[in-house]
């Protein structure tokens, strides 16, 4: 019937499986089964995985998806759904769910457009990754190379981001991404964006406060260049809002990449206070910063401010001065005309009131 064909569908997938190729019996994963009491009943009781692979189900059970299980989370990923059932294959295989080139296609059985309606954390992340460098890269030529989701999130030891000891936590995503941008990482680390971090400031940006995590962008893109400025913004509110006002921010707001944004300026990975004599914006190296753009700059070239900010009258005091000039002369000049109106509209108004009476006189 039915089920004998099922079961020897399931036999063939088994045979050419893991298990199935190391002499493994189906009572060594169904232990409820009584080989002189067949045939069995329809649905077995889950397997016990750690009878073999104890370690793994250790690990397991500390994860994102084990402590959701264990909470009543009927959803969560289990051993089955990421390694498959009767059809398991190592990891090797071209065939394996959990192969390099098919593990992204196994994880989006729970994180891509059906998230959304499942209600699952992140949401439809497998449209952000697919239009990702990334993701984009499994696609092409580096597909070997190219990184998955469990070179960021790990395998068995899947933890959550708010984990101090999962690999995509606030601690650990930056050693997370230099394992693949060792250079990036020994840059970042150095800048002073690095060294907050290492001083315990976890609010200090890391890879993914500017890269972001599953959408991740070529960087020399205008798409992510002119974004990229946004996110400086994050932190750097009032320098973000001063650039705006110059010819560069103008410029910029408009769409075009081809002008200074904050890293032109500030370098990228290394980024150093303009106090230390290393950083493009120091008073040593200012002019050669400015002349990566501007070939025929001069040092008076160099002096102009690139964030004048007229409410800082400590950094700007000829602009700070200037603007409160102006707002005084243009109060001045409303004020006066405001009141130049006033009189106006009152004169205007006795006289047509006036003109009112002598007409009414004339008529009787």
Same mark, same amino acid.
């Not at 019937?1 to 050419?16: Q, T």
């Not at 990891?91 to 729970?110: G, I, V, W």
């Not at 840059?187 to 406060?209: E, I, S």
């Not at 070939?295 to 008076?300: R, Y």
């Given at each position: 019937?039915?089920?004998?064909?099922?079961?020897?569908?399931?036999?063939?997938?088994?045979?050419?499986s893991a298990h199935g190729g190391?002499?493994?019996?189906?009572?060594?994963?169904?232990?409820?089964?009584?080989?002189?009491?067949?045939?069995?009943?329809?649905?077995?009781?889950?397997?016990?995985?750690?009878?073999?692979?104890?370690?793994?189900?250790?690990?397991?059970?500390?994860?994102?998806?084990?402590?959701?299980?264990?909470?009543?989370?009927?959803?969560?990923?289990?051993?089955?759904?990421?390694?498959?059932?009767?059809?398991?294959?190592?990891?090797?295989?071209?065939?394996?769910?959990?192969?390099?080139?098919?593990?992204?296609?196994?994880?989006?059985?729970?994180?891509?457009?059906?998230?959304?309606?499942?209600?699952?954390?992140?949401?439809?992340?497998?449209?952000?990754?697919?239009?990702?460098?990334?993701?984009?890269?499994?696609?092409?030529?580096?597909?070997?190379?190219?990184?998955? !989701?469990?070179? %960021? =999130? $790990?395998? /068995? @030891?899947?933890? +959550?981001?708010s984990d101090p000891a999962s690999? #995509? &936590?606030? *601690?650990?995503?930056?050693?997370?991404?230099?394992?693949?941008?060792?250079?990036?990482?020994?840059?970042?680390?150095?800048?002073?964006?690095?060294?907050?971090?290492?001083?315990?400031?976890?609010?200090?940006?890391?890879?993914?406060?500017?890269?972001?995590?599953?959408?991740?962008?070529?960087?020399?893109?205008?798409?992510?260049?002119?974004?990229?400025?946004?996110?400086?913004?994050?932190?750097?509110?009032?320098?973000?809002?001063?650039?705006?006002?110059?010819?560069?921010?103008?410029?910029?707001?408009?769409?075009?990449?081809?002008?200074?944004? !904050?890293?032109? %300026? =500030? $370098?990228? /990975? @290394?980024?150093? +206070?303009?106090?230390?004599?290393?950083?493009? #914006? &120091?008073? *040593?190296?200012?002019?050669?910063?400015?002349?990566?753009?501007?070939?025929?700059?001069?040092?008076?070239?160099?002096?102009?401010?690139?964030?004048?900010?007229?409410?800082?009258?400590?950094?700007?005091?000829?602009?700070?001065?200037?603007?409160?000039?102006?707002?005084?002369?243009?109060?001045?000049?409303?004020?006066?005309?405001?009141?130049?109106?006033?009189?106006?509209?009152?004169?205007?108004?006795?006289?047509?009131?006036?003109?009112?009476?002598?007409?009414?006189?004339?008529?009787?």
């Open positions: 019937g039915a089920g004998g064909k099922s079961i020897a569908v399931d036999g063939a997938k088994f045979g050419k190391a002499g493994l019996k189906c009572t060594n994963c169904h232990a409820d089964i009584v080989a002189d009491k067949l045939p069995h009943r329809d649905r077995q009781k889950p397997v016990q995985c750690a009878s073999c692979h104890d370690q793994a189900v250790k690990d397991y059970a500390a994860t994102v998806h084990g402590v959701s299980r264990k909470g009543g989370n009927d959803a969560a990923a289990s051993c089955a759904d990421c390694h498959g059932t009767h059809d398991i294959r190592p990891s090797k295989d071209p065939e394996s769910r959990t192969n390099h080139a098919n593990l992204q296609a196994t994880c989006l059985r729970c994180h891509g457009a059906e998230a959304v309606k499942a209600g699952l954390p992140g949401g439809d992340i497998g449209s952000k990754f697919d239009d990702s460098i990334h993701g984009k890269a499994l696609k092409g030529a580096a597909r070997a190379s190219a990184p998955e !989701c469990t070179d %960021c =999130h $790990g395998t /068995h @030891d899947m933890r +959550p981001k690999k #995509v &936590s606030r *601690e650990r995503s930056p050693d997370t991404c230099g394992s693949c941008h060792k250079p990036e990482r020994e840059a970042w680390a150095n800048g002073m964006h690095g060294k907050l971090r290492q001083g315990g400031v976890l609010a200090a940006p890391g890879c993914t406060d500017c890269h972001s995590a599953h959408g991740i962008q070529q960087h020399d893109t205008a798409k992510f260049q002119l974004q990229v400025i946004e996110e400086c913004g994050t932190c750097h509110g009032d320098y973000v809002d001063t650039y705006r006002d110059t010819f560069h921010g103008q410029v910029t707001a408009l769409g075009y990449a081809r002008m200074a944004t !904050c890293a032109s %300026c =500030h $370098g990228a /990975h @290394d980024v150093l +206070p303009a106090s230390n004599p290393a950083s493009p #914006v &120091s008073p *040593e190296n200012r002019l050669k910063t400015c002349q990566k753009c501007h070939a025929g700059a001069s040092a008076n070239f160099a002096s102009f401010d690139p964030h004048a900010n007229k409410h800082d009258r400590a950094r700007s005091p000829a602009y700070y001065w200037t603007a409160r000039f102006m707002e005084l002369l243009l109060l001045g000049v409303f004020s006066f005309f405001g009141v130049h109106t006033v009189f106006w509209f009152y004169r205007s108004l006795r006289e047509r009131l006036a003109r009112g009476r002598g007409n009414g006189k004339e008529t009787h």
